[in-house]
């Protein structure tokens, strides 16, 4: 049974379905909850059984009455924030911004404020809604962790037209990537699926069970000996696919916390030059150019981006030590 459109939901449990742990039971209901949101609102007193509190591991019996009432989802509004932003470029229908490391593309869950549509709100008042009251003119994101160029629609039609370029593989968009280690060749392709990693749901993997088609190819620009500097050139762009595919060729990007091996500054023998590299507190990852047709004029729009101060800094640190 089913009431006050589909906030409170109510079943009487058959005889094969007896034996069943609450939890399972419910998730086997069209109630639109996941296993883990019926554990939280049976945590929450949300669930009853023949209308008493009871746990998810409560096995169920024949003609058992199970009650759950939902809770109103909490909505959300990206909210204009007055946000210094480096603007490359800006027309009335698409916007390039450089966006520092450190900065969230854009609002989600437990981080609501203080993101880059925070920023691109307060600048433009009409931005495309395509992208949902937390994504308005998001057509792409970079890590929080990656510093660089992203492009913003301001219409709709360019959003769309955008998106179109992205889905096709036609943005061209290069990186440049400190790693650890010294490459043997001097470039290469990895042509290797990426995926929800198997059991860490907040990474992503070369391993995955469920993968997409990733493409990265690689250049060496400079050698340090300890690290190397990379040209990297994306085909596809899928989640993480820089940072997992560099590991997995066993030169994991400089800083990262998630895939890089905490332990890899420490084979380093020169105590200085472990110490910077270790004081590297993001992947030391830059998205330095793009390249798109303008959705609207259909120019060639190409736009490219410095190093910034910190990667920069360490690039010339190590420059110069690399005989050491």
Not at 121 to 127: I, Y
Not at 248 to 255: C, I
Not at 308 to 323: Q, S
Request: net charge positive.
């Amino acid at each position: 049974m089913n009431s006050q459109e589909g906030k409170f939901h109510e079943f009487i449990v058959a005889s094969d379905e007896a034996g069943l742990r609450l939890d399972i039971y419910l998730t086997r209901k069209d109630i639109g909850l996941s296993r883990s949101q019926i554990k939280k609102s049976v945590d929450d007193g949300l669930v009853r059984v023949n209308h008493d509190h009871t746990k998810v591991s409560y096995k169920l019996r024949r003609g058992d009455i199970v009650q759950i009432s939902k809770r109103e989802p909490t909505v959300y509004h990206a909210l204009p924030q007055d946000i210094p932003l480096t603007i490359i470029y800006e027309d009335f229908h698409i916007l390039v911004v450089d966006k520092p490391a450190g900065m969230v593309v854009h609002p989600a869950a437990g981080h609501y404020q203080d993101t880059l549509v925070n920023a691109i709100l307060h600048h433009c008042k009409d931005l495309s809604g395509i992208g949902g009251i937390l994504r308005p003119g998001i057509v792409h994101r970079l890590d929080k962790g990656t510093s660089g160029l992203l492009v913003i629609a301001k219409s709709d039609e360019a959003h769309q037209g955008l998106t179109g370029q992205f889905k096709r593989h036609e943005v061209r968009k290069i990186y440049k990537a400190l790693v650890y280690g010294n490459p043997k060749e001097d470039e290469g392709v990895i042509d290797a699926p990426v995926g929800r990693h198997p059991v860490d749901r907040k990474k992503m993997s070369t391993r995955s069970r469920r993968s997409k088609e990733a493409i990265t190819r690689w250049r060496v620009l400079e050698r340090y000996g300890v690290a190397a500097l990379l040209n990297v050139d994306i085909v596809t762009g899928r989640t993480h696919q820089i940072r997992v595919h560099l590991t997995a060729l066993g030169y994991p990007v400089v800083g990262d916390s998630m895939y890089g091996n905490p332990k890899r500054a420490n084979t380093i023998n020169n105590t200085f030059l472990r110490a910077k590299l270790k004081a590297m507190k993001r992947q030391a990852l830059h998205a330095e150019h793009i390249g798109f047709v303008h959705p609207i004029t259909h120019q060639d729009m190409a736009f490219s981006s410095p190093l910034p101060d910190d990667m920069a800094g360490l690039c010339n640190f190590l420059r110069k030590n690399k005989k050491e």
